[in-house]
T-cell receptor, first 112, second 109 residues
Framework: EAGVTQFPSHSVIEKGQTVTLRCDPI?????LYWYRRVMGKEIKFLLH????????ESGMPNNRFLAERTGGTYSTLKVQPAELEDSGVYFC??????????FGPGTRLTVT | GQSLEQPSEVTAVEGAIVQINCTYQ??????LSWYQQHDGGAPTFLSY????GLEETGRFSSFLSRSDSYGYLLLQELQMKDSASYFC??????????FGTGTLLAVQP
């Protein structure tokens, strides 16, 4: 069974540019989560999809972040325009309906 | 606010037993999970406690006391490959996870 995949693995962009991160969850997992780890800080929740619906987006930092989940399959997280403080590692996780979440390898975003 | 406290670093030798503690203060609580992360890669699920007591999974065990807002991860028969970061995480409403800052475990020969 394929795990959670994320693309790209690394992204370096300039302040003010746009970046789109993609997450492909494990097939059949209805729950999809986005988390972020900023340098030196803990991993923080961003939002939660159940199928294509946003269940909880209380962790989204501001309206420069937009997440979508097309047809309840893969998800994208767009940052527009990117700011320096957006640098960090963005993790995606998927889960069937249990407490166990399966994490992807993350996308390391650097905003210069 | 929400906070989970763990020791920042722990060092132990191969074959030994190590305990990583976690105290939490969160507005919601549905259970405590433990994740392992090697070199900044994908966090990997290790263990979960939804109720008080001890859960054992091979060399790893986890304990929870909800009345004390406290849990720990116990690693036995340490191996070099256990060198990694370990995170406790509170399961909140909707199954979202609230993570601690992580404990870096260094296993020495």
């Amino acid at each position: 069974e394929a795990g959670v995949t994320q693309f790209p693995s690394h992204s370096v962009i300039e302040k003010g540019q746009t970046v789109t991160l993609r997450c492909d969850p494990i097939s059949g997992h209805d729950n999809l989560y986005w988390y972020r780890r900023v340098m030196g800080k803990e991993i923080k929740f961003l939002l939660h999809f159940v199928k294509e619906s946003k269940q909880d987006e209380s962790g989204m930092p501001n309206n420069r972040f937009l997440a979508e989940r097309t047809g309840g399959t893969y998800s994208t997280l767009k940052v527009q325009p990117a700011e320096l403080e957006d640098s960090g590692v963005y993790f995606c996780a998927s889960s069937p309906s249990s407490y166990e979440q399966y994490f992807g390898p993350g996308t390391r975003l650097t905003v210069t | 606010g929400q906070s989970l406290e763990q020791p920042s670093e722990v060092t132990a030798v191969e074959g030994a037993i190590v305990q990583i503690n976690c105290t939490y203060q969160t507005s919601g609580f549905y259970g405590l999970s433990w994740y392992q992360q090697h070199d900044g890669g994908a966090p990997t699920f290790l263990s979960y406690n939804g109720l008080d007591g001890l859960e054992e999974t091979g060399r790893f065990s986890s304990f929870l006391s909800r009345s004390d807002s406290y849990g720990y991860l116990l690693l036995q028969e340490l191996q070099m490959k256990d060198s990694a970061s370990y995170f406790c995480a509170v399961r909140d409403q909707g199954n979202k996870l609230i993570f601690g800052t992580g404990t870096l475990l260094a296993v020495q020969p």
